[in-house]
């Protein structure tokens, strides 16, 4: 088809799409099978030979299942070809590369390898549009359910196989290389993670022969606090000894959209922010100034559930984030202790059960007591050691947010493309397969 034939459109009930493009409905070339309920006594917490785990819509996100079923029938079953979309409660979500029992809350969507391409088909359902569209045609007052004929009546347009390949790589490549900057970001994370174990819980730090300070003799002294040897010259203080800033963050009502940001307790995932989870103020709210993160505060979910104890090293540029009220911001004295050292410290084992310990409140409103969080104690290593370890931090933190800003960046690309490409605005180069007549 020439290139002037490939540029023209014709109107269909989802807009201008192009001529040598199909239009059908998802019921006229897939079909769906709902995952299957299971009881709770058929669950295990533990995977045994001939077990699969189930794939519940809460777990999907992260990839790790807690529970474990036995004989299931194939037709409940998901390999990595196959292609789960939510239909309960969180309806429109799309997963595909996971094997296990597809829970009742989910579809399986079953389509023809031969005229449809996997990714393209995943992209398809992953768009706003089609989004929204479930959710729309979704019943339910008080917990949305999509049943299988109003999903059926979806639009779908579609070009060759080809083409079609060509789109879902382009897409694909994009999301690879963000769950590559992801994965990196992992890894720096637990690298900071092993050498302050090393460092400061093993006290395997470098002497100043560089060898591991402990085991070639470094002199140790009992700590009645720790209730063990820690190296000679390091004590134990209060966090409100080594800091000059400790207080709650800033609240106000919400709006849709602005320039400036909140960063709420959703957004602190620890080891990262989760920007999809930003809120809004209003462009003229005033902020105090000691409100705004600033990199190298220490960002503790103080307020609700599910995320209360969540520590983060705050190490963005941008001056136009607000530190929500449900958050306790933690600015460290440089001088006595750095804020690369203390943000490792309380994600350490027993150090993140102790602040968890300071939770109080009822079940409906739990909280992390503010003034316990000032009475923590801290261990205050020597500076030259702190130093040594923040410049190491401080490398692994560059690299990470170089990372975290270029997948925004791709997060954004892809925005952009994934309507375009999907509905024909963009056209992509490929070859047609032997025996394509499209």
């Known amino acids: 088809m020439s290139s002037e034939e490939r ?93 296990g029992c597809v829970h009742n809350n989910c579809f399986k969507i079953h389509y023809d390898p031969n005229k449809f391409d996997k990714m393209f088909v995943f992209y398809f359902l992953k ?55 992801q994965e990196m970001n992992k890894n720096l994370e637990a690298i900071g993670q092993a050498i302050f174990k090393r460092w400061f819980v093993d006290f395997e730090f470098p002497n100043e022969d560089g060898k591991p300070y402990k085991s070639s003799g470094g002199k140790m002294v009992f700590s009645d606090e720790l ?63 000691e409100k705004f993160a600033r990199r190298k505060d220490i960002l503790v979910n103080s307020l609700g559930q ?34 690369e050292f203390l943000y490792f410290y309380l994600r ?3 150090n993140q059960d102790r602040l968890e310990s300071y939770v109080t409140g009822s079940t409906g409103m739990l909280m992390l007591n503010i003034s316990k969080i000032r009475e923590f104690l801290v261990l205050v290593p020597n500076k030259q050691v702190q130093d040594r370890f923040a410049e190491i931090v401080s490398g692994l933190y560059d690299l990470k947010l170089k990372n975290a800003e270029e997948n925004e960046s791709l997060f ?5 493309l994934l309507p375009r490409l999907m509905s024909g605005k963009i056209r992509v180069p490929f070859r047609k397969e032997i025996g394509e007549t499209q």
Not at 42 to 51: A, H, I, M, P, W
Not at 157 to 163: D, H, M, V
Not at 261 to 277: I, M
């Open 7 to 99: 540029s023209k459109f014709k109107q269909t009930a989802i807009g201008l799409i192009p001529k040598d493009w199909e239009v059908k409905t998802v019921g006229d070339i897939f079909t769906l099978s709902q995952g299957l309920q299971i009881a709770k006594n058929l669950r295990s917490s533990v995977q045994t030979e001939g077990s699969v785990p189930l794939l519940k819509i809460t777990e999907l996100p992260f990839g790790k299942f807690a529970e474990f079923v036995n004989n299931i029938q194939p037709q409940h079953l998901a390999s990595r070809d196959d292609i789960i979309y939510t239909r309960t409660g969180q309806v429109g979500l799309v997963y595909t590369n996971f094997e």
């Open 127 to 181: 768009q706003k549009r089609v989004y929204d569209y479930a959710n729309s045609v979704a019943g339910g007052s008080v917990q949305k359910d999509l049943s299988h004929p109003a999903f059926k009546s979806c639009i779908i347009a579609f070009p060759s196989l080809s083409e079609q390949k060509m789109i879902g790589k382009i897409l694909k490549d994009t999301d690879s290389k963000i769950e590559l900057n």
């Open 227 to 289: 209730e063990k040897e820690i190296p000679i010259g390091w004590e134990m203080r209060k966090l409100k000894e080594v800091c000059h800033t400790i207080l709650r963050g800033f609240t106000t009502r919400y709006v849709k959209k602005s320039n400036l940001v909140n960063l709420n307790q959703k957004v602190n995932r620890g080891d990262y922010l989760d920007k999809t989870n930003f809120k809004f103020y209003q462009e003229n709210t005033e902020v105090p100034e």
């Open 306 to 339: 599910g995320t209360l104890g969540r520590v983060h090293l705050f190490w963005e540029r941008k001056s136009n984030i607000v530190v929500d009220q449900h958050i306790t911001i933690v600015r460290t004295k440089q001088e006595i202790l750095h804020a």
């Open 348 to 350: 350490h084992g027993e």
């Open 412 to 416: 954004e690309i892809r925005g952009v």
